[in-house]
T-cell receptor, first 112, second 115 residues
Framework: DAGVIQSPRHEVTEMGQEVTLRCKPI?????LFWYRQTMMRGLELLIY????????DSGMPEDRFSAKMPNASFSTLKIQPSEPRDSAVYFC??????????FGSGTRLTVV | AQTVTQSQPEMSVQEAETVTLSCTYD???????LFWYKQPPSRQMILVIR??????QNATENRFSVNFQKAAKSFSLKISDSQLGDAAMYFC????????????FGTGTRLKVLA
């Protein structure tokens, strides 16, 4: 298995632009998580899905953030419009319940 | 609410020596899971070791082992025969078994390995 695949690895965009981050979880994993990592706040859970259904999105910072999981093999995190304070590393992870997460390599987002 | 505390922002260890990273947590639950994750400069988060709270035996994975003290709510990671490749950020994480699969991470400990 190739693991959790995220794209792009790096993204630089201008303030106000739409940004879409992509994630392909490990086949068979029924949970998918989106995290944001910054120096100030550490790892923050944004949203997680179970069997493609959003379960908890209480960590999504604002309405500018949205996430979808149209099928078991694909998820997106969208920021529209983007702001400089959104600059962070965004991780996707998938899991089989309690075994432990498998993380993707992350997307480093820079909003200028 | 559960919390996870890593009180050592940074640690150093000489190559081939042993180092212990501390983690404490607070919970009212009796059944849960604890994890250590490693994040090297490549930023990939890697699962190092996992412990189930109902198991008294401490988990081990090669050079990595934990000291799980349930009553004290302590979950330290011991790295034996440290190698240069062990240099990374290490995160302690808590997972409830109650049905909400939200991991709670500590703030991390940066481990430096000295040649």
């Amino acid at each position: 298995d190739a693991g959790v695949i995220q794209s792009p690895r790096h993204e630089v965009t201008e303030m106000g632009q739409e940004v879409t981050l992509r994630c392909k979880p490990i086949s068979g994993h029924d949970y998918l998580f989106w995290y944001r990592q910054t120096m100030m706040r550490g790892l923050e859970l944004l949203i997680y899905f179970n069997n493609n259904v959003p379960i908890d999105d209480s960590g999504m910072p604002e309405d500018r953030f949205s996430a979808k999981m149209p099928n078991a093999s694909f998820s997106t995190l969208k920021i529209q419009p983007s702001e400089p304070r959104d600059s962070a590393v965004y991780f996707c992870a998938s899991s089989l319940v309690d075994y432990g997460y498998t993380f993707g390599s992350g997307t480093r987002l820079t909003v200028v | 609410a559960q919390t996870v505390t890593q009180s050592q922002p940074e640690m150093s260890v000489q190559e081939a020596e042993t180092v212990t990273l501390s983690c404490t947590y607070d919970t009212s639950e009796s059944d849960y899971y604890l994890f250590w994750y490693k994040q090297p400069p490549s930023r990939q988060m890697i699962l190092v070791i996992r412990q189930e709270a109902y198991k008294q035996q401490n988990a081990t994975e090669n050079r990595f082992s934990v000291n799980f003290q349930k009553a004290a709510k302590s979950f330290s990671l011991k790295i034996s025969d440290s190698q240069l490749g062990d240099a990374a950020m290490y995160f302690c994480a808590y997972l409830t078994s109650s049905g909400t699969y939200k991991y709670i991470f500590g703030t991390g400990t940066r481990l430096k390995v000295l040649a």
